[in-house]
Nanobody
Framework: QVQLVESGGGSVQAGGSLRLSCVTSGLTVSDYCMGWFRQAPGKEREGLIYIYTTTGNKWYANSVKGRFTLSQDNAQNTLYLQMNSLKPEDTAMYYC???????????????????WGQGTQVTVSS
């Protein structure tokens, strides 16, 4: 059974940093399309970072490129999202997700992902 559990959210001031974790179980990360998404109240779910299947190459949304970095610890089955230079507009619920169908290039859509964590809230104050 695939499970994704996020943690690490919290409240920070603008310019601060947070590191989110996504502990995975029941899957091999390299066999899936893995992604980090966020959703702010009243807005659509936004894809931030994807790890492409097999290659492990990463795609970053322009909104987070240069500020957010995804890393992974395969021994711990954990993905980490390091978020620096946070802005109030980064305030949202953040989700880790896994897609069975795999992905190999470009941006992806939320409905391509089969498994989702419960989310962790990030709040950035000005």
């Amino acid at each position: 059974q695939v499970q994704l559990v996020e943690s690490g959210g919290g409240s920070v001031q603008a310019g601060g940093s947070l590191r989110l974790s996504c502990v995975t179980s029941g899957l091999t990360v390299s066999d899936y399309c893995m992604g980090w998404f966020r959703q702010a109240p009243g807005k659509e779910r936004e894809g931030l970072i994807y790890i492409y299947t097999t290659t492990g190459n990463k795609w970053y949304a322009n909104s987070v490129k240069g500020r957010f970095t995804l890393s992974q610890d395969n021994a711990q089955n954990t993905l980490y999202l390091q978020m620096n230079s946070l802005k109030p507009e980064d305030t949202a619920m953040y989700y880790c997700a896994a897609g069975l169908g795999g992905c190999y290039s470009g941006s992806r859509q939320p409905d391509e992902f089969n498994y989702w964590g419960q989310g962790t809230q990030v709040t950035v104050s000005s």
